[in-house]
């Protein structure tokens, strides 16, 4: 079974702390992806990784970085948490090629107060 | 730009009942849909992957089919029971480009 981790279920940060987000996929996916979900908004892509040391923006960059240093680990930057970016994060992989499928992970409900 | 919409945003019935839940998307040009389950407050748990080239696939009670021509995705969930009550949210695959999504839709299934 594949399985996508990600660090915390739960996480309070302050506004302006920096706040890193983990996420570990063990099936040697090539592709990650970094989403956040809100009531009547959807999913929407933050920034997306095909391959080590790649990152490319989704939809809403503004405000977050991404790191991928190794294959399995996919780490969400907030540089300068802000009350705005309390959500649901959701982290997912995939491998390579156009008919893959996609897996999520348990994702991690950040309040920023 | 490829747009993914579910329809109803949520839907309540009886256990028991048949149902279907709708997805439809803009560009037809697509390699697979995706649906998958969300329970309140988790990630999201593949369903069922059907490719360009199907017409359908099954899991158990579940049953999704895509007719790419008219841009629709069907899931049929059989004798629904109170334990599906979760959402719903199909994804598209366009080939070379993060899956598109829609914004799912919330069922309850009433004992």
């Known amino acids: 079974d594949v399985k996508v981790t990600q660090s915390s279920r739960y996480l309070v940060k302050r506004t302006g702390e920096k706040v890193f987000l983990e996420c570990v996929q063990d099936?040697?996916?090539?592709?990650m992806f970094w989403y956040r979900q809100d009531p009547g908004l959807g999913l929407r892509l933050i920034y997306f990784s095909y391959d080590v040391k790649m990152k490319e923006k989704g939809d809403i960059p503004e405000g977050y970085s991404v790191s991928r240093e190794k294959k399995e680990r996919f780490s969400l930057i907030l540089e300068s948490a802000s009350t705005n970016q309390t959500s649901m994060y959701l982290c997912?992989?995939?491998?390579?090629?156009?008919?893959?499928?996609?897996?999520f992970g348990p994702g991690t409900r950040l309040t920023v107060t | 730009k490829q747009e993914v919409t579910q329809i109803p945003a949520a839907l309540s019935v009886p256990e028991g009942e048949n149902l279907v839940l709708n997805c439809s998307f803009t560009?037809?040009?697509?390699?697979?849909l995706q649906w998958f389950r969300q329970d309140p407050g988790k990630g999201l748990t593949s369903l069922l992957l059907i490719q360009s080239s199907q017409r359908e696939q099954t899991s158990g009670r579940l049953n999704a089919s895509l007719d790419k021509s008219s841009g629709r995705s069907t899931l049929y969930i059989a004798a629904s029971q109170p334990g599906d009550s979760a959402t719903y949210l199909c994804?598209?695959?366009?080939?070379?480009?993060?899956?598109?999504f829609g914004k799912g839709t919330r069922l309850s299934v009433i004992a």
């Open positions: 994804a598209v695959n366009s080939g070379n480009t993060p899956l598109v």
């Open positions: 099936m040697d996916h090539e592709n």
């Open positions: 560009d037809s040009a697509i390699y697979n």
């Open positions: 997912a992989s995939s491998p390579s090629g156009a008919a893959y499928e996609q897996y």
